[in-house]
């Protein structure tokens, strides 16, 4: 084959694969109007709108889901603090009002054990998606929110 035939055939060739690309882009670009058609649909259907996903991308972490992993860790701290002092407690020996003491320390670790469950409840609704959770219920004396 001479130089020209050569040149000319190149060329022929980049000519089809460039048509080929141009049919691919459209594809493509088709697929992709279909696909983002369904997913603004999808999210009417879960979310009742339209989700800003590059927004909530860039929120980052849920404030409230912060708090009460912190709330929790607080929690978990003073259970086992309560917890060591009653495992401290001489059982051989009790007195009566030792044995009141571990009672309350039960019925505490009991409640705080309810109160650990409640949290991790919470931080799972607030930490998935569509997690709504009702404003705090009650304060405590220290003016904490429960």
């Keep these: 084959m001479s130089f020209p035939a050569t040149i000319s055939h190149v060329c022929r060739e980049l000519r089809q694969h460039y048509s080929q690309l141009i049919k691919d882009r459209r594809l493509h670009e088709e697929r992709l109007a279909e696909l983002s058609a369904r997913c603004s649909e999808n999210m009417m259907l879960k979310f009742g709108r339209i989700v800003d996903l590059d ?5 980052g972490v849920n404030r409230a889901a912060l708090e009460l992993r912190e709330k929790l860790r607080e929690s978990e701290t003073r259970g086992a ?5 009653y495992d401290d ?3 051989s020996g009790a007195s009566q009002q030792e044995e009141e003491e571990m ?5 505490l670790v009991d409640a705080q054990t309810r109160e650990l469950d409640t949290l991790n409840q919470e931080i799972f609704q607030l930490t998935h998606k569509g997690g709504h959770l009702a404003p705090p219920q009650c304060a ?4 904490d929110v429960a």
Excluded: H
């Design 140 to 143: 405590t004396s220290t003016g």
């Design 55 to 59: 927004m909530l991308e860039s929120v």
């Design 103 to 107: 009672f309350k320390l039960q019925q």
């Design 89 to 91: 407690v001489d059982f």
């Design 81 to 85: 603090a309560e917890t060591r002092r």
